[in-house]
């Protein structure tokens, strides 16, 4: 069955970078979209950005622009979210959720990674 | 772009019938059919239930329906379940969302 598998939670401080990673399963990794969609605390979805596993190509929310990086690596069917410049308003559960076309939907979702920023 | 605007909060009996709104613009929610909806647990990941405005996938209930008209998209919920309790956000050309409905069973 299709699956989406998230790295760890992570505890970082202020100004520092994470780097979450998604691995796939079930499917062929380079035929379909994978987004990142973050949730902080209490409050609803955030879409972040996409990512075309078949050419590493990408596009990003302007709000995250310049701060986050979106890769693949087909050869583990992984794709990696690093965010940096780390701030409090950051902490949050990060998804990757998986798009057969960049406009439509997400199907499935990871089980989500939780990263706190904390000093 | 701006979020969607969906009620903050629906209630329900068992065996009713609810409806959550999305409302968005002639650019993403009028302008395409590519409006989706996802259900929520607490500690959970989304799920998705509704895809391109009316199409349920594979596996989930009938009781879930889907519409638009205009601007506005709307999910239906018959049959009210304990189970369906939970925060049901839409989207829209898959980057925008709404901020999110609580769906209380009474």
């Known amino acids: 069955q299709v699956q989406l598998v998230q790295s760890g939670a992570e505890v970082k401080k202020p100004g520092a970078s994470v780097k979450v990673s998604c691995k796939a399963s079930?499917?062929?990794?380079?035929?379909?979209?994978m987004h990142w969609v973050r949730q902080a605390p209490g409050q609803g979805l955030e879409w972040m950005g996409i990512i075309n596993p078949s050419g590493g190509s990408t596009s990003y929310a302007q709000k995250f622009q310049g701060r986050v990086t979106m890769t693949r690596d087909t050869s583990t069917s992984t794709v990696y979210m690093e965010l940096s410049s780390l701030r409090s308003e950051d902490t949050a559960v990060y998804y990757c959720a998986r798009a057969p076309t960049p406009d439509n939907w997400f199907d499935p979702w990871g089980q989500g990674t939780l990263v706190t920023v904390s000093s | 772009q701006s979020a969607l605007t969906q009620p903050a909060s629906v209630s329900g009996s068992p065996g009713q019938s609810i409806t959550i709104s999305c409302t968005g613009t002639?650019?993403?929610?009028?302008?395409?059919?590519?409006v989706s909806w996802y259900q929520q647990h607490p500690g959970k990941a989304p799920k998705l239930m509704i895809y391109?405005?009316?199409n349920r996938p594979s596996g989930v209930s009938n009781r879930f329906s889907g519409s638009k008209s205009g601007n506005t998209a709307s999910l239906t919920i018959s049959g009210l379940q304990a189970e369906d309790e939970a925060d049901y956000y839409c989207?829209?050309?898959?980057?925008?969302f709404g901020g999110g409905t609580k769906l209380t069973v009474l």
């Open positions: 002639s650019s993403d929610v009028g302008g395409y059919n590519y």
């Open positions: 391109d405005v009316s």
């Open positions: 079930g499917y062929t990794f380079t035929s379909y979209y």
């Open positions: 989207s829209s050309l898959g980057r925008v």
